[in-house]
C-alpha cells in the first residue's frame, strides 16, 4: 500500500512543480518526477511476495516469478520518454530564443 | 513488503520532492540525478534488473547531459542579448 | 487570473485529485498479490515455446513485440523532432567560429583526461554490445545497450575530440543508421507474411535456452533495437553540442 501510495504522492508533487513552475528547464524535470511516479506504480502491481527475477538463467523453472508484463512496459517506457524530455528541452531552447525568456508566466502568444 | 523496499520507497518520496523544490535549473540538474539512481535502487528492490539497468543508464547519462547541454546554450542566449544591448545605445 | 488566485485554485485541485487517486489505489488488490492470470503464463510460454532466458526480453521483442515497434518508432520520431526544432540556418562563418572555439577546447583538455577517456571508452563499447547481444540470456537487450553505446560516443567528445560540426553531406551516418535500425525492426516484424504465417510471428529457429542463438528472432530485433537506440540518442546528443557550439561560446556573435 505504500508503494501505491508513494506513486500519487510523486505524480502530485510534480503536478504541483509544473503548476507553480518560473523556467522551463524546471517544468521538464519536474515533469520526469511524474512520469517517475507511473513506473513506481507499474512495478508495485507487479511484484509477488517471495518471488524472484523473471530471469531463469539459474532458478528452476517452476519458481515463484515476479510479472515480467509490467517489467517489460517499464523498461521501454524508461527510454522512449527520456527522448520525449530531449524534445521539450529544445522547445524550451526555441522558446528561450523567440521570446528572449524561460518563465511560463512571460511567455507570450504566438504571433504569425 | 520488507524493510529495504520500505526504505527505498520513502527515500524515492524525499528524493521526488526535493527535485521538485529546487527552483534554480542548474542546481536541479544534479537533484534529479540523484531521484533517478535513488529511483533505480527501488527498482531492483523491485526485483526489476533490466529496468534498473535502463533507469542508471537514462538518468545517469542521458538526461543530465541533455538538460546541461541545453542550459548552457540557454546561458549563451542570454549574453548574447546582454551584448547586443550593451552596443545598441 | 492573479499568480495568488492561481496557487489557491491550483492547491485546491490538486487536493481533490489526491482523494480521487487514493480512493482508487484502495482498491487495488493487495500490494503483493498480482491478481492477473498474464503474471503466471507469460515466463512459462516465454520459457518452454520460445527457450528465452530472460522472461522480461521475451515478453518485450516476442510476445508484445507489437508494442516494442510502435515504441521504438516514438523514439524515432522525437529523435526526428529534437532535430527539426534544433537545426536551424547556419551562417558559414558561424560555423568556422564554433570549429576555431572547439579546437581551441579539445587542445587545452587536460592529459588525464584524456588518459582516462581513452582508457574507458573500449571497455564501454564492449559492455554496450555485449548487454545488446545478451538481451535473451541476461537483464539487457537493445534499448539499455543502445543507451550505453551512446554514452561511449558522447564520452569521445567530452574527453577532448573535435566534433564535427559541419554537415556538408546532407545526409550524415548518423541518421542513416538511426533510420537502418528502425526499418530492420520493421521489415523483421513483416518477415512473417513473406513466410507465409502472421505478422509478427516467430519464424527463425529456436535453438536450446541459454545458448547465444536462442529465441528465434528476440537476439535479432535486440540487435535492431540497439543500433536505432544508440544512433537516436546520439543524434539528440550532438544536436544539443551543436547548438551549444555554434554560438562560439560566447566569445562572437552571429554574422
Known amino acids: 500500500m505504500l508503494a501505491y501510495l508513494v506513486a500519487v504522492w510523486l505524480l502530485l508533487i510534480g503536478l504541483y512543480g509544473v503548476i507553480t513552475s518560473r523556467h522551463l528547464v524546471h517544468l521538464v524535470l519536474c515533469l520526469g518526477v511524474m512520469q517517475a511516479s507511473t513506473y513506481v506504480l507499474l512495478l508495485a502491481i507487479g511484484w509477488r511476495i517471495d518471488a524472484q527475477a523473471p530471469i531463469y538463467v539459474d532458478i528452476p523453472p517452476r519458481a515463484r516469478v515476479v510479472d515480467p508484463v509490467v517489467q517489460a512496459l517499464t523498461l521501454t517506457d524508461v527510454v522512449v520518454e527520456a527522448t520525449v524530455v530531449a524534445v521539450l528541452l529544445a522547445l524550451s531552447v526555441q522558446a528561450h530564443k523567440r521570446f528572449g525568456t524561460c518563465d511560463p508566466d512571460a511567455l507570450g502568444a504566438l504571433r504569425g | ?89 | 487570473m492573479s499568480v495568488r488566485a492561481r496557487l489557491v485554485l491550483g492547491l485546491g485541485s490538486l487536493a481533490a485529485l489526491g482523494a480521487l487517486l487514493v480512493w482508487a489505489v484502495a482498491g487495488l488488490p493487495d500490494f503483493g498479490h498480482p491478481r492477473g492470470p498474464y503474471a503466471v503464463l507469460a515466463p512459462q510460454i516465454v520459457l518452454n515455446e520460445r527457450h528465452v532466458a530472460n522472461a522480461v526480453t521475451g515478453v518485450n521483442f516476442d510476445l508484445r513485440g507489437f508494442d516494442t515497434l510502435g515504441e521504438e518508432l516514438i523514439l524515432f520520431v522525437a529523435a526526428l523532432g529534437a532535430t527539426v526544432l534544433l537545426r536551424a540556418q547556419r551562417a558559414e562563418r558561424a560555423v568556422e567560429d564554433a570549429q576555431e572555439a572547439e579546437e581551441r577546447r579539445a587542445a587545452g583538455t587536460t592529459d588525464a583526461l584524456r588518459a582516462l577517456g581513452a582508457a574507458i571508452v573500449g571497455p564501454m563499447v564492449l559492455l554496450g554490445i555485449y548487454v545488446v547481444v545478451h538481451g535473451a540470456l541476461t537483464p539487457g537487450g537493445g534499448f539499455q545497450g543502445g543507451v550505453i553505446l551512446a554514452g561511449a560516443l558522447l564520452l569521445v567528445y567530452t574527453a577532448g575530440q573535435v566534433v564535427a560540426v559541419q554537415r556538408v553531406r546532407p545526409v550524415s551516418l548518423v541518421e542513416v543508421t538511426d533510420a537502418a535500425g528502425a526499418a530492420a525492426y520493421t521489415l523483421v516484424a513483416l518477415a512473417g507474411l513473406v513466410f507465409g504465417v502472421a505478422v509478427m510471428d516467430n519464424v527463425l529457429p529456436i535453438g536450446t535456452t541459454g545458448s547465444l542463438l536462442s529465441g528465434g528472432f528476440v537476439p535479432v530485433l535486440s540487435i535492431a533495437v540497439g543500433v536505432e537506440v544508440t544512433a537516436g540518442v546520439t543524434l539528440i546528443l550532438s544536436e544539443f553540442v551543436d547548438q551549444m557550439l555554434l554560438h562560439g561560446g560566447g566569445r562572437r556573435e552571429e554574422g
Open chain 2, 1 to 89: 513488503m520488507t524493510v529495504l523496499q520500505t526504505v527505498c520507497l520513502l527515500a524515492v518520496a524525499v528524493a521526488g520532492t526535493a527535485t521538485v523544490l529546487t527552483r534554480d535549473p542548474l542546481r536541479q540538474a544534479v537533484t534529479a540525478g540523484g531521484f533517478g539512481v535513488t529511483l533505480s535502487v527501488l527498482f531492483l528492490a523491485f526485483a526489476a534488473p533490466d529496468v534498473a539497468l535502463s533507469q542508471i543508464v537514462v538518468a545517469g547519462i542521458a538526461v543530465p547531459v541533455m538538460v546541461l547541454l541545453a542550459l548552457a546554450k540557454i546561458r549563451t542566449l542570454d549574453r548574447a542579448k546582454e551584448r547586443e544591448q550593451e552596443d545598441a545605445p
